[in-house]
């Protein structure tokens, strides 16, 4: 290898000292050659550099003649292609390297921002293991689990609430959608992805369920906003079951929404609406006005 | 600020007077015995517009009422009411129906028999309801077979089946070895083309199946 | 269907009927609601021939929100069956004419329409053969199906418009059935209970 890069190196050297010939001729005489003798002196400093040439020159045959034939063809991959193709324009890799370099460096300086992002939002909905030191048990997974697994948990929290009939079905491959009546009060549609609760939608009882369409009554799209809030607070990616059940804990409070007045104001009624906040922890009821 | 809400009797009589009530039934009668019911399906297949479904079943449950006024002089005309509902569908409507005089029995130029009829869908308390209000219930029979339909024609061919009083749904016993095979169209009045239509239908399921106009009045009396 | 709470308004001698329905919805308006449209609830009613045994009366109603059926309630000795129906109804009860005949007048309560996000308000006035007989108002809350469920926010509501006319007890018709599903039905044989009320006093009623 040594002798390759001495002989690179000795070429590099002669076409410097042969760029250097061509520049003088191109620049001609100049001014710091002086008004007398010039042209001696021109002529010299050309000399000169073609002597410098001349040693070059034999440095580069030196070199070469130390090089040994390679003992077998070199292993090039892909890149041995590139010498079948000759024109530069046709290959057009330059401006494809370049691309790629910047896309490179974008991502590294997205992935930097993002990381120092997520590790500061505590509404972070995907399991981050920030000390890598200590990898005791492999990571659990709040979207990957088992349908079984999923089905477990949603009728152990079926058969806590007596009042709360869930049923689960499966419309969309493997992840479930819960159909959950709360008495005669209201319907929610809750869709999972894993034990990881993505959407809900909640209606008045007779009324269509689907996933889109929201309901007829102002009551149920409140608590359908409301009910978005609380899958955001409760959520977390280490205990996606507590999460699910918390959610359906806070749901099931819903069950006295016509009944119980506000905790705080004492009324049923605040802008013709009942009660349409459960507080996380107690679950107190509170209009959307006096829940602060 | 908006327009004042017409009551529900100015809109039955402007349905009325636009005539646009299905009021008239037009039938023709036939009967076909058991062994060859399956020949008579087949062409009826053939023949109708539900090809690609097949024939559509039904299981109904049918009560014949009647109420008399007395005071309608010597040989007072009993108003015939009849409610249908579905054994199979159980939340389905029930019907309530009434059956007029038919006319065109005797009449050689008209091809079919036609009655009044009109056709209620009611909540499931009308047995109770009619009961209540004074109507006598005659007789009751359960209906199993196929629908066909052909344009506004309705092609229906019937098994029907006694029901005894205590007699569960399950085990009930067939009336006699054949079907009923009915042709009828539901229209407002004085559509009359129709029965041109039924009557050429009706050719067409020949020899199959012979139907015709069935005078009632020309049968024995039945029951007490 | 919500649960719908049918309210008297009582008259006082110096308020005409109409002006009664301009205070209501000035007060109605001022809550926020909206007017749509108009409404109208009717009865008329069958008597049987004597001929036919003990009397038996049919009321057969209408109710603008349910524009395709018709509401029957037979009364025969002590008891009353309600009969949903479809709109031809009408037609069969033409057909009854001998037997069961139109006796009594007609009955209406119509009047302005309201919605308040999920509550609707009519406030009618009710007339027998056009005398104007007195105001009856009507709330509907949609969202919820079980009265008992929803009775003290219904009475609050209807207190925050009407004052202590309300009574604290829900409506006598609804009492048995305070746990069931709210039917069409149960406006309807609410607004027979008043409209007998209607009948049997002579004049406007008045309350002091």
Sequence with gaps: MEPLHTALGAIKVLRCSVGQVFSCLANGVRADHGEEGRDAKFLSELDELLSSVTQHLRDVEQAVNSLSQPPGPFTLGNTSFLSQECTQERQALYSQLVLSYKWTDKIHEFSNLSVALLSQNSLKRSYTNSSTAKRRRAPTSSHNVPPQNVDTVISSIDRQFPDMNISVSRPFGANAVLQVTLSRVLQAVVALKGLMIEWVVVKGYGETLDLWSESRHKVFRKITENSHAAMLHFSSPTMPELAVRSFMTWLHSFNTLFSDPCKRCGNHLHSALPPTWRDFRSLEPFHEECKH | ?224 | MGVTILQQFPMLENRTGPQTIDFLTKRVVALGAIQCGQFLVDCDTYMSTPSLGPQRTVHVMHNSEQPASVFSLLESSGKTIPLVADGLFDLLMLKMTPIYTKKQTKVESKGPRFELADFCIKLGSVTISQNFKGVLVEVEYRPCVVPATCWDLLREFLQGFLGSCVPSMPPQYLQPRMNEIYQPMDTIQQYLEHFSMYRKASGVLQFN
Aim: hydrophobic share 40%.
């Design chain 2, 1 to 224: 600020m908006s327009q004042p809400v017409s009551t529900a009797v100015d809109n039955l009589s402007a349905a009325l007077k636009s005539n646009i009530i299905p009021n008239q039934e037009y039938l023709l009668q036939g009967s076909v015995v058991d062994t060859a019911v399956e020949v008579l399906l087949h062409r009826l297949r053939g023949l109708c517009d539900n090809v690609d479904s097949g024939p559509e079943t039904f299981n109904d449950h049918e009560m014949c009422f009647s109420i008399v006024n007395v005071e309608g002089g010597a040989s007072p005309q009993p108003l015939l009411l009849r409610v249908r509902r579905a054994l199979d569908y159980p939340d389905m409507p029930w019907q309530l129906r009434y059956i007029g005089q038919q006319e065109g029995t005797g009449d050689k130029s008209r091809p079919t028999i036609v009655r009044n009829s009109i056709d209620i869908g009611t909540s499931s308390t009308v047995v109770d309801f009619l009961t209540e209000m004074g109507c006598r219930m005659d007789f009751e029979y359960i209906a199993r077979g196929y629908m066909f339909r052909k344009g506004r024609m309705k092609i229906t061919v019937t098994k029907i089946f006694k029901m005894g009083p205590g007699k569960s749904l399950d085990s009930v016993e067939p009336i006699s070895q054949s079907y009923l095979v009915e042709l009828s169209v539901l229209a407002p009045t004085g559509q009359d083309a129709i029965a041109e239509d039924m009557r050429i239908f009706a050719e067409q399921l020949r020899p199959l199946v012979v139907l015709e106009k069935v005078d009632y009045k020309r049968l024995p009396p039945m029951g007490p």
